[in-house]
C-alpha cells in the first residue's frame, strides 16, 4: 500500500531549502562587501576614514541613488527584522544586529532570514 506522505514533510522541506539559501547568501554578502572594503583600505589608506568612505559613496548621481537606495530599504528591513525577530522568539539577534552593523547588511539581513526560517521550523515541528 501507498503511505501518504505528510504536507509537513514539504514545508520542512522547503524551510531546509530557503535556510541553505539564505546562509548561502549572508556569506557571498559578506565575501563580497568585505574584499570591496579591503580594496577601499588598499586604496586610501590603512585607517577605515568612514568620512572619505561616505563621500566616495555619494561621488555621483548613481552612487547616491545606490547608497539611497540602501539607506531606505536596510532602514525598513531592520525595523521588520527587530519586530519579526520578538514575534517568533528568534534567539542570538544581538549577533545579526552586530554583524549587520560590523560586517554588511548583505551580510546580516540573509543571516537573519537563515536564523527565521530555521525557527519557523522549529516551530512547526512543535
Known amino acids: 500500500m501507498l503511505k ?13 531549502l530557503l535556510s541553505i539559501v539564505y546562509l548561502t547568501l549572508a556569506i557571498l554578502g559578506a565575501l563580497l562587501t568585505m574584499t570591496a572594503n579591503l580594496d577601499f583600505l588598499n586604496n586610501y589608506g590603512p ?18 541613488s545606490l547608497s539611497r537606495d540602501l ?43 537563515f536564523l527565521r526560517e530555521r525557527r519557523l521550523l522549529e516551530l512547526n515541528n512543535q
Not at 52 to 58: E, Q, V, Y
Not at 77 to 83: A, G
Not at 88 to 111: D, E, K, S, Y
Open 47 to 64: 585607517s577605515f576614514d568612514i568620512m572619505k568612505f561616505i563621500s566616495l559613496a555619494n561621488i555621483n548621481p548613481a552612487a547616491q
Open 71 to 113: 539607506l531606505v530599504g536596510a532602514s525598513a528591513v531592520t525595523i521588520w527584522m527587530f519586530t519579526e525577530s520578538r514575534r517568533l522568539n528568534i534567539r542570538h539577534f544581538w549577533v545579526v544586529m552586530l554583524t549587520t552593523f560590523t560586517i554588511a547588511f548583505a551580510f546580516g539581513a540573509p543571516l537573519f532570514l
Open 4 to 16: 501518504l506522505i505528510k504536507p509537513s514533510f514539504f514545508m520542512s522541506n522547503s524551510h531546509n
